[in-house]
T-cell receptor
Framework: SAVISQKPSRDICQRGTSLTIQCQVD?????MFWYRQQPGQSLTLIAT?????????ESGFVIDKFPISRPNLTFSTLTVSNMSPEDSSIYLC????????????FGEGSRLTVL | AQTVTQSQPEMSVQEAETVTLSCTYD???????LFWYKQPPSRQMILVIR??????QNATENRFSVNFQKAAKSFSLKISDSQLGDTAMYFC???????????FGKGTKLSVIP
């Protein structure tokens, strides 16, 4: 399976600032996703990162707040903009391992705490 | 829209015993996948087992097996011979075929007691 690396692993941020999370995969993958896991909660899909075009956002998430880049088939970034304490979450990158099996694999996540 | 329900927020099991985690889902789709993911304290989401809706045979992976009841829209996970390393949050998830997007349940926190 693909090896997924996320940076930073964790960070403490000040209200009003922005932070960019990186996701690097050791092989080319067709589909990459960004999920959010709020404290004690389940995972919610933020968006699908599309290579060479704008990300596809789920209901409740907007590009101005969560801009996403995907310059190639192995790398993506998620920026959390103008952060507030409500943005304190784990953000996880996920990749589609097999189009037929539908298996997704996840990075270790980035834990953000906003003060 | 799909929904996934895990009715057991927390469970515990003695080491070497068997435990079953419950999951129900609601969908109008006919072709889909179901998954169980494990999230230990390290936060890494690990795929435990998957099931294709069109397959009647229940999936098994070593000590992990599922009881898939399509008509009842039920997808429970059985862990046999529980080990301390099984302590984790377990999430049931649904994927409509071709969408590659997961809908997760709220999770069940499983503790394996020595």
């Amino acid at each position: 399976s693909a090896v997924i690396s996320q940076k930073p692993s964790r960070d403490i941020c000040q209200r009003g600032t922005s932070l960019t999370i990186q996701c690097q995969v050791d092989s080319q993958v067709t589909m990459m996703f960004w999920y959010r896991q709020q404290p004690g909660q389940s995972l919610t899909l933020i968006a699908t990162a599309n290579q060479g075009s704008e990300a596809t956002y789920e209901s409740g998430f907007v590009i101005d707040k969560f801009p996403i880049s995907r310059p190639n088939l192995t790398f993506s970034t998620l920026t959390v903009s103008n952060m507030s304490p409500e943005d304190s979450s784990i953000y996880l990158c996920s990749v589609l391992e097999g189009a037929i099996t539908g298996e997704l694999f996840f990075g270790e996540g980035s834990r953000l705490t906003v003060l | 829209a799909q929904t996934v329900t895990q009715s057991q927020p927390e469970m515990s099991v003695q080491e070497a015993e068997t435990v079953t985690l419950s999951c129900t889902y609601d969908t109008s789709e006919s072709n889909y996948y179901l998954f169980w993911y494990k999230q230990p304290p390290s936060r890494q989401m690990i795929l435990v087992i998957r099931q294709e809706a069109y397959k009647q045979q229940n999936a098994t992976e070593n000590r992990f097996s599922v009881n898939f009841q399509k008509a009842a829209k039920s997808f429970s996970l059985k862990i046999s011979d529980s080990q301390l390393g099984d302590t984790a949050m377990y999430f049931c998830a649904f994927m409509r075929a071709g969408s590659y997007q997961l809908t997760f349940g709220k999770g069940t926190k499983l503790s394996v007691i020595p």
